[in-house]
């Protein structure tokens, strides 16, 4: 394995492969965010060893009044790794990622450290604790600075940037993003009420083209949703040693 990754504060520049289907080329050629990936899944569980996804009583309180569901499970390291294949997310050519309901963020940051082709990954959590023990985990060991910004849509918002790329902590309603038109890729894997779920489907139809996305509730019901099922599998999570199966949408 390269020394490649190590230094993850310095992100060295993956190699010059994007666009190549990783799966037909040889380990010393293939795309050094899947060749070193285990630099960065190490590296998640690291970071975010002792981060517990606990909310307060604040937080359950506010969730109850909007009837929000703050239930609780992980997608692995592995498994991001894994939904970046050309035939799942297709992470190598993403520019813009959206972590909907990001717990306490690892996905989020895991997208940033592992793809440096990503110029911007926003992710978005309704319990304050979560989002503030992303924003620590984030200061502490991924970036230099944090700015804490305001946005109009989002309660808080801490940004950090490296070089022309930023990731985003917001503590909010992700169902109520307002510039999800950006995005490459969502990841949606929040569970949805019933009653939420005209909102999560209007936020979907904004996609633009050709964006990807995952979600645990399926919301295809709604023919205004212009998507096909690009792929199916089953990737490993936190709560189930078989996975979870999720397929992936492409829109049209
Ligand atoms: C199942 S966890 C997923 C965590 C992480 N994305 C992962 O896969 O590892 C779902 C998260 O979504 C959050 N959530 C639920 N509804 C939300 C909403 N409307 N806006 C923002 N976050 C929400 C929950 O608080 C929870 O932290």
Redesign the pocket.
């Known amino acids: 394995m390269s020394g490649v990754g190590r230094n993850l504060r310095g992100f060295s520049p993956l190699y010059d492969t994007q666009g190549e289907d990783e799966e037909t080329k040889s380990a010393q050629t293939y795309d050094k965010a899947f060749v070193d990936h285990e630099i960065y899944e190490r590296s998640i569980v690291q970071w975010f060893s002792g981060v517990s996804?606990e909310?307060n009583i604040e937080?359950s309180e506010l969730?109850q009044r909007?009837n929000?569901?703050?239930?609780?499970?992980?997608?692995t390291p592995q498994a991001l790794t894994k939904l970046g294949r050309r035939r799942f997310l297709d992470l190598r050519n993403c520019s813009v990622l959206f972590?909907?309901?990001?717990?306490?963020?690892?996905?989020?940051v895991q997208a940033f450290a592992q793809f440096d082709n990503i110029k911007k990954v926003v992710?978005?959590?309704?319990?304050r604790r979560?989002f503030e023990k992303g924003v620590i985990a984030l200061k502490t060991n991924v970036v230099d600075e944090l700015k804490m910004q305001e946005l109009e849509h989002s309660k808080t918002t801490y940004l950090a940037c490296r070089g022309n790329r930023t990731i985003e902590l917001r503590h909010?309603?992700?169902?109520?993003t307002q510039d999800i038109e950006d995005a490459d890729v969502v990841?949606l894997?929040?569970?949805?009420r019933e009653d939420?779920k005209a909102r999560a489907q209007s936020l979907l139809k904004r996609l633009k083209k050709n964006a990807r996305f995952i979600s645990?509730t399926y919301l295809m019901e709604d023919d205004e949703i212009r998507a096909r099922p690009k792929s199916r599998d089953s990737f490993s999570?936190?709560w189930s040693t078989a996975g979870h199966a999720i397929t992936i949408w492409e829109t049209l």
């Open positions: 996804a909310v937080d969730a909007n929000v569901s703050l239930s609780y499970g992980e997608l972590d909907l309901g990001c717990g306490v963020g690892k996905l989020t992710g978005i959590e309704f319990s979560r909010g309603d992700a169902l109520s990841l894997m929040v569970n949805i939420h645990y999570c936190s």
